[in-house]
């Protein structure tokens, strides 16, 4: 027999020494509950051996209660799910009426706030970033993870979970996924990188947080690249900082340019191996231009290398971060495209003499990571899981990109130009300027085609395309994919 999960009690206070009998408070309390909605329709009520229980009172005054809010339609009681509040509720709409209006924001004084969120987006999302579809940008191929291994990883934890695992865990992270990574990071992206360097933090965005508040002052200027990736850019505008765009080329970041707009910045943020979005790497003599400012300046250098794991006409470009020989660059990376974004897994590899800086912001903010998928995450590492997952990935990801830009050749022409395909996991298409890009972003959504506006990506003068993601639309859907996106180009 299907067993009932035990129901969440609600607050109720019985007075013994009232005059109103037992039954009577316990079901004027439920009603209330009830219609001022802290019990909404279809939630579980706990059964009357339990209620009476945590009562302290027998269970004759519950089942009365019960059998009174059942008789008056308040609960309902269903076969094989216990006794529910009524999904259709007498006086509901009088009451819950008179509730709102008890929580009125004008009634309730002055409501002082920080106005720094009103600078960054507030509409809920557009719709080009509404769920799942073809060229979802970050979206990466979930049917290809290997599940059955990664369950069997974490089954593995589970049953080797000890007291300590049950406790506050390393504030830099598990002391195992950070082993892995700098070893990881050391070869694969030749970082300059110690275990004590490494902290675990929830996703790069997390790292850029906690970067920002070790780093920059309230109006810091900061030099961000122009396209740039605009969730970086809002943690900058939350930080109060003032934001010089640095127009990117076909080289990256034009470290003149940003020297001549505001030589003392106090930090740059770029995506050296794959811009994001236009998807072209630094050039070696821009690297040391960015590396020469910074020393010369005292500034500091974010490097976000969020999806450099993927090349496809090359070997992956070594980090920025390798290349620094005065510890000047703060390095950002994530699972998100590696293993995939719901997992909230990113990490810092910080300069030495600024490690108990971060420590002490990271611990003011959430005392640490949670422990148990960085250990398994560690494990997937160790065990050759991920290098296997990332061969695969390189290899699927290689034929989608490729089927896209000949589907783009073939049925555009020349009537767009596409950027930055020789990694990562998205490419870009310009558009002639002028163009409205959002509006078709937003008519291509409703067909189910998740392409982002380019222009949305721009602080200042904006550049028209699209930014098209390839990591979870199947080579197979790509062609008549593509076909629809020039539909939607062709109407005027
Ligand atoms: C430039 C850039 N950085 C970082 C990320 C990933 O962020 P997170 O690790 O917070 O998921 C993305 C995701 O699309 C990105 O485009």
Not at 135 to 140: D, H, I, M, P
């Given at each position: 027999m299907k067993r009932i999960a035990p129901a969440i009690h609600p607050v109720i206070a019985v007075d013994r020494g009232s005059p109103k009998a037992l039954h009577r408070q316990i079901y004027d309390a439920y009603r209330a509950a009830i219609l001022d909605g802290s019990l909404h329709p279809r939630q579980r009520i706990p059964s009357s051996r339990s209620l009476a229980s945590e009562l302290g009172v027998s269970r004759f005054p519950v089942l009365n209660a019960y059998a009174q809010l059942l008789a008056e339609g308040y609960l309902e009681s269903r076969i094989g799910a216990g006794t529910l509040v009524s999904r259709s509720l007498p006086e509901q709409l009088t009451l819950c009426a008179s509730s709102k209006v008890r929580f009125a924001p004008s009634s309730s004084g002055p409501r002082p706030f920080v106005h720094r969120p009103l600078l960054v987006r507030r509409e809920s999302s557009p719709p080009w970033l509404a769920g799942w579809g073809a060229?979802?940008?970050?979206?990466?191929a979930v049917d290809q993870f290997p599940l059955n291994v990664w369950s069997s990883l974490i089954a593995r934890r589970c049953r080797s979970m000890d007291t300590k695992s049950f406790h506050y865990g390393d504030q830099m992270g598990s002391e195992a996924l950070r082993e892995t990574l700098a070893s990881y990071l050391r070869t694969a992206r030749s970082l300059h990188c110690e275990v004590g360097q490494v902290m675990i933090t929830s996703g790069s965005q997390h790292a850029l947080e906690i970067s920002a508040r070790v780093?920059?002052?309230?109006k810091s200027s900061v030099w961000i690249e122009e396209p740039c990736y605009r969730l970086a850019r809002e943690v900058f505008v939350l930080t109060g900082c003032h934001l010089v765009p640095v127009p990117v080329d076909q080289e990256g970041l034009d470290v003149v340019a940003g020297i001549k707009r505001c030589r003392k910045a106090r930090a740059a943020f770029v995506t050296p191996s794959h811009q994001f979005p236009l998807g072209v790497t630094m050039s070696a003599t821009r690297r040391f231009q960015l590396l020469d400012w910074a020393q010369r300046t005292g500034s500091w250098i974010i490097e976000d290398d969020y999806d450099a794991e993927y090349r496809y006409e090359s070997l992956p470009i070594a980090s920025l971060q390798g290349l620094d020989?005065?510890?000047?660059v703060i390095y950002i990376g994530t699972f998100s495209k590696v293993l995939f974004p719901s997992l909230r897994l990113g990490y810092v590899v910080i300069p030495p003499d600024l490690v108990d800086h971060f420590l002490a912001i990271r611990r003011a903010m959430d005392l640490g990571p949670p422990t148990f998928h960085q250990e398994v995450v560690a494990d997937f590492i160790a065990e050759g899981h991920f290098a296997r997952h990332l061969r695969r990935m390189r290899v699927l990801y290689s034929e989608r990109r490729q089927v896209l830009v000949d589907s783009i050749g073939k049925e555009l022409e020349s009537k767009v130009k596409v950027l930055g395909d020789e990694a990562g996991m998205h490419l870009v298409v310009t558009l002639p300027n002028g163009s409205r890009d959002t509006e078709i972003a937003e008519r291509a959504a409703r067909q189910n085609l998740r392409i982002w506006p380019l222009s949305t990506s721009y602080l200042g003068e904006a550049n028209s395309g699209f930014i098209l993601g390839f990591g979870s639309t199947p080579v197979e859907e790509i062609p008549a994919a593509v076909r629809k996106f020039q539909k939607l180009l062709a109407v005027k």
């Open positions: 060229f979802g940008v970050g979206q990466v780093l920059l002052d309230s020989a005065n510890a000047r």
